[in-house]
């Protein structure tokens, strides 16, 4: 069965430093990995995506990829109060079938 | 703004009550999926459709049933709806699951 895995948190980071959400999946035929902002209430958006091996940044944004070893990262510089949320880490396997996995999410807190 | 309708946004439902979750896309996407999403379960496939005609079942189906008639309409359909179909639902789309805005069911 496919799992992501998450740290459920709450995970509290002063404004100002970097936020490091960490996250790990078993299917290794994943091909595509996400990272999605949901605040209460709201659909999740998404902030990231990374196929590769390696670093993708975006804005303040960092992905991070190894697929050795099963894990993505997503790295948040500068955190705002407003960057406070639930972060969903979603495998995608590709071949059209089975939509995303997603890991049940990682709350995020931005002390002012 | 092009984008996933979700009708209703919320819900109360009687239990054993018939009910259709409505979902409609303006991207012309093929695939298209419903998530149900629970306190410390996280987001769940439910149904999928990969394109018009065609549906299948994800990792919680049961209890549910889908049909793609066309590619623009989703809809997901309670049978006779129980109190642990409680939850708030998504409709989205594939690669990066761009999401409706949710319709949140409470039976009781």
């Known amino acids: 069965q496919k799992e992501v895995e998450q740290n459920s948190g709450p995970l509290s980071v002063p404004e100002g430093a970097i936020a490091s959400l960490n996250c790990t999946y078993s299917?290794?035929?994943?091909?595509?990995f996400f990272w999605y902002r949901q605040y209460s209430g709201k659909s999740p958006e998404l902030i990231m995506f990374?196929?590769?091996?390696g670093d993708k940044e975006d804005g303040r944004f960092t992905a991070q990829l190894n697929k050795a070893s099963q894990y993505v990262s997503l790295l948040i510089r500068d955190s705002q109060p407003s960057d406070s949320a639930t972060y969903l880490c979603?495998?995608?396997?590709?071949?059209?079938?089975?939509?995303?996995?997603f890991g049940k999410g990682t709350h995020l807190i931005i002390q002012p | 703004i092009a984008g996933i309708t979700q009708a209703p946004t919320s819900q109360i439902l009687a239990a054993g009550r018939r009910m259709t979750l409505r979902c409609t896309q303006d991207?012309?996407?093929?695939?298209m999926y419903w998530y149900r999403q629970d306190l410390g379960l996280g987001l769940r496939l439910i149904h999928y459709?990969?394109?018009?005609?065609?549906?299948g079942k994800g990792e919680v189906p049961d209890g549910y049933s889908v049909s793609r008639a066309n590619t623009d309409d989703f809809p997901l359909t309670l049978a006779s709806a129980v109190p642990s179909q409680t939850s708030v639902y998504f409709c989205?789309?594939?690669?990066?699951?761009?999401f409706g805005q949710g319709t949140r069911l409470t039976v009781v």
């Open positions: 979603a495998a995608d396997s590709g071949g059209g079938a089975d939509g995303l996995t």
């Open positions: 990374i196929y590769s091996n």
């Open positions: 991207m012309r996407h093929n695939a």
């Open positions: 989205a789309r594939r690669g990066r699951a761009f």
């Open positions: 299917d290794r035929g994943s091909q595509s």
């Open positions: 459709s990969n394109t018009a005609g065609t549906t």
